[in-house]
């Protein structure tokens, strides 16, 4: 069974300035993928990030990246000069590999980017 | 590229009614397919998941159920409603190959109320 924590209801930040976002997670799966997605007011699930745990290099995209602290098994967001259109619920999630697994979600971190 | 539908997009049931709803995808052939239901301020919870037509996998008991009458088709239906059924159902897809194509992809959910 996999658990994945988010110890931050919510954040804020402002514009241009960088936040980090936490989140641990609890797994058995010798090999698994975590995830970061964002759900705007729309509530749409848009994918922001994706790792693969037997990956050492962080992954990034743009103004996101993480910081994968395999060991401690912590996966957290870092999001680089803030923008109004960033403001969503974060969620953090995690998969084992393979086809069809179940993804397993946090509880999000409702992120408000002020102007 | 890929895309997936949800309709309706909003719905208003009373309690004891029958319930469906549709996901599409279009631009890719046997994908995974999931429900996801997400109570309000909360994270998602896997309802239901396929790896091919008629094939369906519950993941919670529950007063719902799950079909796949064509490939890239999914529906969500219930005979009688619960009041605790109401919530923001997101359908997904997942490429069937695996590995970091996995990755789960989400639509633009259906709000459901039930009064």
């Known amino acids: 069974a996999q658990t994945v924590t988010q110890s931050q209801p919510e954040m804020s930040v402002q514009e241009a300035e960088t936040v980090t976002l936490s989140c641990t997670y609890d797994?058995?799966?010798?090999?698994?993928?975590l995830f970061w997605y964002k759900q705007p007011p729309s509530r749409q699930m848009i994918l922001v990030i994706r790792?693969?745990?037997?990956?050492?290099q962080n992954a990034t995209e743009n103004r996101f990246s993480v910081n994968f602290q395999k060991a401690a098994k912590s996966f957290s967001l870092k999001i680089s000069d803030s923008q109004l259109g960033d403001t969503a619920m974060y969620f953090c999630?995690?998969?084992?590999?393979?086809?069809?697994?179940?993804?397993?979600f946090g509880s999000g971190t409702q992120l408000t980017v002020l102007p | 590229s890929q895309t997936i539908h949800q309709w309706p997009a909003t719905l208003v049931q009373p309690v004891g009614s029958p319930l469906s709803l549709e996901c599409t995808v279009e631009?890719?052939?046997?994908?995974?397919l999931y429900w996801y239901r997400q109570a309000a301020g909360r994270g998602l919870q896997l309802l239901f998941y396929?790896?091919?037509?008629?094939?369906i996998s519950s993941e919670v008991p529950q007063n719902l159920s799950a079909s796949r009458p064509q490939d890239r088709q999914f529906i969500l239906s219930s005979k009688k409603l619960l009041l605790s059924d109401s919530g923001f159902y997101l359908c997904?897809?997942?490429?069937?190959?695996?590995?970091?194509?996995?990755?789960?992809?989400f639509g633009p959910g259906t709000r459901l109320t039930v009064l």
């Open positions: 999630a995690s998969r084992p590999s393979g086809s069809a697994r179940q993804l397993t």
């Open positions: 790792q693969e745990a037997y990956k050492q």
């Open positions: 396929s790896i091919g037509i008629g094939q």
């Open positions: 797994t058995s799966e010798s090999n698994y993928y």
């Open positions: 631009g890719t052939s046997n994908p995974n």
């Open positions: 997904a897809w997942s490429a069937s190959s695996g590995g970091a194509t996995d990755t789960q992809y």
